[in-house]
């Protein structure tokens, strides 16, 4: 079955997570599993060529993400409209743990803004507590409701926070949810019978989790057959204006 895979990464993770994956490895393994698109960033806002480099050699296998660190103010803000118009940038990357600023922070604002004149969605890692968790997201998307809010991971590791990811998405009609690492098949159909059939997406999250298993994840969710073709192709295109 044709995948996208709506989150991905090129780039050097160090410390603790000591991973690696560049553009043409990620190439390869995209091919082996059947994975047509993959919507990608890097490890962080200064490494946003690396993606620019991928998105130039591999054209439309690759739908680039702009990552940003909102303390850098205007300059993340210029550096968005950069992407998006000269590089064709499809959308903007965040991470709240890995910066520091809690999800919800009106530092986001002119980010968000930015966003929602170009029509791209924002994708924000969720799950950790206590900068990006669902609660915190909700309370952005709700500020913003003309942005498409990807909450990735759909609150990850912690049943109680992929709960609260279900929960927020069901209030907000803004919030989509992505799968990776996040370890309940079940949720996944949860998420597709309760959120909306539009709302929930394949992801891997590379070089972080391996395709077999998120794969394995969705196939043994108990969604039926056409709701496999929406969470692993049609949503993600649908989202990224794909068809
Ligand atoms: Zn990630």
Redesign the pocket.
């Known amino acids: 079955m044709k995948k996208i895979d709506a989150?991905?990464?090129i780039g050097s993770f160090g410390g603790w997570a000591n991973l690696r994956i560049n553009a043409d490895e990620l190439i390869e393994q995209m091919d082996k599993y059947e994975i047509e698109k993959t919507v990608l960033?890097s490890t962080d806002e200064k490494t946003n060529t690396d993606t620019l480099g991928a998105f130039k050699k591999y054209g439309g296998r690759f739908i680039p993400l702009v990552y940003l660190n909102p303390y850098d103010g205007e300059h993340a803000v210029e550096m968005l409209y950069e992407y998006v118009r000269e590089h064709g940038f499809a959308g903007i990357?965040l991470?709240p743990l890995k910066q520091a600023y809690v999800a919800d922070t009106v530092m986001l604002d002119p980010i968000m803004s930015a966003a929602e004149e170009l029509e791209i969605p924002v994708f924000i890692?969720s799950g950790h507590p206590p900068y990006s968790l669902p609660w915190s997201i909700a309370l952005l998307a709700e500020r913003f409701p003309g942005v498409k809010v990807v909450m990735?991971?759909m609150g990850h590791g912690h049943g109680v926070y992929i709960d609260a990811a279900l929960k927020m998405a069901r209030r907000y009609d803004n919030i989509y949810l992505e799968m990776?690492?996040m370890p309940m098949s079940s949720k996944i159909k949860e998420a597709y019978d309760t959120v909306g059939a539009d709302r929930i997406m394949f992801g891997t999250?590379a070089p972080?989790h391996h395709p077999t298993v998120e794969i394995q994840k969705v196939l043994t969710s108990g969604v039926s057959e056409h709701a496999l073709e929406d969470i692993f192709y049609n949503n993600a295109a649908r989202l990224m204006g794909i068809v």
């Open positions: 989150h991905a990464h960033c990357k991470n890692h990735i991971h990776s690492g999250d972080f």
